[in-house]
């Protein structure tokens, strides 16, 4: 397979690729709730299950995403019998009436590719389980071999083996971006010149406190003794 040669004419940013993937997916898992409503397609972009990276998605993104698979015949939208709610398909099965069309098995490996990145032959035959079957591993790596080949694209490479790894890892070329993931905001210390004068005066707070405490409590232990061993006996020293 030589690489470079050709590029896939399918071209998706990040989020396109994650709801295209979510589309191919609840096809198969979950055919009762297909096509997909909006919030089901947020929910699956937003899945932390089969998916790398975890993506946190707002449903803004996810609806302009669906709505650019449209414009492109990617997708279509269907609405429901009360015509209010809308609910997307995906177009890889009957794209402009077979072209760009891909078969139940090659869909399967585009899927778990889209959903979660590079994957070698033998995760993706073990994540596409629920999706298509394949006899063996030979037979999945002919359907790669296909996609890699195909007229209208290629859809996946190969990429360099990486030291340590004895199997070749494949990506689909619809999306070769990384996802867009939330990064957490950095920690940012206190400036040095307010770190010092902060601290003196929370150690004298705590230390007038700590002596209020001890003061009730030497004055509770007094009651007490006073209590315990009478109004003649009390500091007392001896007989």
Known sequence: ?????????????????????????KQVTTPDAYPLSLNALVAGCNQKSNRDPVMTLGEAAVRDAVEALVGDTLAREQGSAGGRTRRFSHRLDSRLFGELEFSREERAV????????????????????????FADLAALEAVIAHLAGRA????????????????????QLFCTQGAPVAQPQPYRAAPPSQAPAARPAADADALQALEARLRAAEARIAALEALVMGPGLAGSDGP
């Open 110 to 133: 585009l899927c778990v590719l889209l959903l979660r990145g590079p994957q070698t032959p033998g995760e993706i035959r073990a994540r596409t389980d629920r999706l298509a079957q």
């Open 152 to 171: 209208d694209g290629p859809h996946v490479e190969a990429l360099a083996r990486e030291p340590g790894r004895r199997e070749v890892r494949y990506r």
């Open 1 to 25: 397979m030589r690489r470079g040669a050709r590029v896939s004419r399918i071209t998706l940013d990040p989020v396109q690729a994650r709801v295209l993937g979510v589309l191919l997916e």
